[in-house]
């Protein structure tokens, strides 16, 4: 009937903090509801994670931890914050921060391509948003515009990094690689770090050039409707298109941070760090608005306060809970 919403097959305890209701985002592993917290009706994003849609039982509880465990830990102002998360046998239930804006794939689509300053804006918070995840040893491997979501439907707003379930902690990776082979064999490099992060964090830095290159575009840099070559071979190639039209009224310097992302050898590719010093970005005018939108609360704003407040919060994972390892289920 009417009155009772059907959450029939939610986890009980979801159903008495939260009321879900329409869907506002399809992911490939499930779906993001809208949700009200019923004693304070604060909004959030509930998605719903379907175990069954993984090929393996293994694999999908697997990647699921992964997610669960990276977003518990992480603590950015670009990166999505986890509020609760339930399951049941069939499905994982994450509450997270509502996004008003949705996902950056959809206003750059109704926008058809982004004016350069609004890019460079939403490009500064992906690579504080890479860079705090790389310096605690995370590689992101999916960013793309499905997985970038708006605060706001303001052209200047904060951006949040979201579905993790890519994500490799690097710490894992590397030891389990390092206790299967002999050690007798394996380079010193491969113990100091060096080799681990070389390659893997590599691919984020690609994904990130995709991602400018469609916003200031306003189309994929690699697609089948360019010439006979298969999407596949044009990455391999790392012929990317610059449709005259789009591009004549994007900078040269904008150009040469797309140019030097989309580099096929991942260790002549230009990484995160080198990004943020590039002359593009070091715009004043641009990085007092992230900073301002990234860290809201630094009072009277200035470089010198974000610089705090960066320094204190934004740079390390929260700790596992006491009880338990952070494993706790609802
Ligand atoms: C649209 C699609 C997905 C969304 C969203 C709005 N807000 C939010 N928070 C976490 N995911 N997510």
Same mark, same amino acid.
């Given at each position: 009937d009417l009155m009772s919403d059907d959450q029939s097959s939610l986890p009980r305890d979801l159903q008495d903090k939260y009321l879900l209701t329409r869907r506002i985002g399809t992911g490939v592993c499930g779906e993001v509801r809208l949700a009200f917290e019923r004693s304070t009706c604060r909004k959030f994003a509930v998605k719903i994670i379907n175990k069954k849609n993984f090929q393996s039982e293994g694999t999908a509880t697997r990647n699921a931890k992964t997610e669960i465990d990276i977003l518990q830990r992480v603590d950015h102002p670009c990166l999505i914050k986890t509020e609760d998360f339930y399951q049941t046998e069939e499905s994982f239930y994450i509450v997270l921060e509502l996004m008003e804006g949705g996902e950056l794939f959809h206003r750059v689509k109704s926008k058809q391509q982004l004016n350069e300053s609004v890019?460079? $804006?939403?490009?500064? !918070?992906?690579?504080?948003?890479?860079?705090?995840?790389?310096?605690?040893?995370?590689?992101?491997?999916?960013?793309?515009?499905?997985?970038? $979501?708006?605060?706001? !439907?303001?052209?200047?707003?904060?951006?949040?990094?979201?579905d993790f379930n890519q994500s490799r902690i690097l710490e894992e990776a590397v030891l389990m690689r390092t206790l299967c082979g002999t050690p007798s064999y394996l380079a010193p490099e491969v113990f100091t770090h060096a080799s681990t992060t070389g390659y893997g964090l590599a691919v984020d830095a690609w994904s990130l050039g995709v991602l400018l290159f469609v916003c200031l575009g306003g189309y994929p840099p690699f697609h089948e409707s360019f010439g006979h070559q298969s999407v596949t071979d044009q990455i391999i190639r790392g012929e990317f298109t610059m449709v005259q039209s789009k591009w004549t009224s994007v900078s040269d310097q904008a150009k040469d941070v797309v140019r030097k992302l989309l580099v096929v050898d991942p260790m002549k590719r230009m990484s995160i760090e080198e990004a943020l010093q590039h002359p593009w970005l070091q715009d004043q005018k641009m990085l007092e608005t992230a900073h301002r939108l990234m860290y809201p609360s630094a009072e009277g704003g200035g470089a010198a306060a974000a610089m705090e407040a960066e320094s204190t919060s934004g740079?390390?994972?929260?700790?596992?809970?006491?009880?338990?390892?952070?494993?706790?289920?609802?």
């Open positions: 890019a460079k $804006l939403y490009f500064y !918070q992906m690579l504080r948003a890479v860079e705090y995840l790389h310096s605690n040893g995370i590689i992101h491997r999916d960013l793309k515009p499905e997985n970038i $979501l708006l605060s706001s !439907q303001d052209d200047v707003c904060l951006i949040k990094v979201t740079r390390h994972l929260r700790k596992r809970g006491r009880e338990g390892d952070g494993e706790e289920q609802h």
